[in-house]
């Protein structure tokens, strides 16, 4: 039975004294939940204030990026040793801002990845069609690609220490949620990818859905089989909607 997964992705939002406030709530709201793993990621200042907030929970944090490289004259990057000096255990890779604003092809992605895993850290590798991909039947060969993309830099077994979380693109932000048959579709076909490489590994990895998951869709989202949780961008910045959601997985 795979557990699910509630993840916050903050963005670039958050200051100090409000990242003090949900954290403290988050803490306080989600004590007695131990059937859920939740996380959040926080922009790389805050990793220390979630290191300080949350090492005594059952919270875990992480970052919304990584460099593809271990050291070096890469100003402005940061790297998987800074990101472990901080606690972090897990990282998004390939979210799809990350892809379209700051033009991350499917190549560099992988080596995140990689890099990410041999820092002995958890990558959450996002996939996700467009609008006009989904319209044009190309869903499924899209993240396909995507998939396979990071299965040249690494092998199956590695996807053992892995999540990954499905967000079409059209639902990221903009209100509309993919329904639960469509998240469904499409976790099952990833399944169904990975199972050709190694069974166990399909069985085991969580599958996340991401795109406007608020309350009141979290029920639904959640009934799926394939779907093991959320990676919840606004609906994370409220904790009362955020400990709802962690509540409604499990
Ligand atoms: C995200 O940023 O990964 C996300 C799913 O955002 P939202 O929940 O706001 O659609």
Redesign the pocket.
């Known amino acids: 039975m795979r557990r699910k997964l509630v993840a916050g992705?903050w963005?670039m939002h958050g200051s100090l004294a409000e990242n003090q406030t949900r954290l403290t709530q988050l803490v306080l709201a989600l004590k007695g939940n131990e059937a859920t793993d939740v996380a959040v990621f926080a922009t790389a200042p805050y990793l220390f204030q979630c290191k300080s907030l949350l090492a005594a929970s059952a919270i875990k944090w992480g970052a919304q990026d990584v460099s593809q490289f271990a050291s070096g004259a890469y100003t402005g990057e940061i790297s998987t040793s800074m990101l472990v000096d901080f606690g972090c255990s897990l990282v998004?890779v390939g979210?799809?801002?990350r892809r379209e604003i700051f033009h991350e092809t499917n190549a560099i992605v992988a080596q995140k990845f990689a890099a990410v895993l041999s820092a002995n850290m958890t990558p959450v590798l996002?996939v996700g069609e467009t609008l006009e991909q989904r319209e044009s039947g190309q869903t499924l060969s899209i993240i396909v690609e995507q998939i396979k993309a990071v299965l040249e830099e690494v092998s199956i077994a590695d996807f053992k220490q892995a999540v990954i979380?499905y967000?079409p693109v059209w639902?990221?932000?903009?209100?509309k949620t993919a329904t639960p048959e469509q998240a469904q579709e499409v976790h099952a076909a990833i399944r169904d990818l990975l199972a050709q490489y190694d069974a166990n590994v399909a069985q085991g990895i969580q599958i996340l859905y991401?795109?406007?998951?608020?309350p009141d869709n979290a029920d639904a989202i959640f009934a799926q089989p394939d779907v093991d949780g959320?990676?919840?961008?606004?609906?994370?910045l409220n904790s009362d909607d955020f400990v709802k959601i962690c509540n409604a997985a499990g």
């Open positions: 992705n963005k998004l979210h799809s801002e996002c979380a967000e639902a990221i932000g903009t209100g991401g795109g406007s998951v608020k959320a990676l919840v961008g606004g609906a994370s």
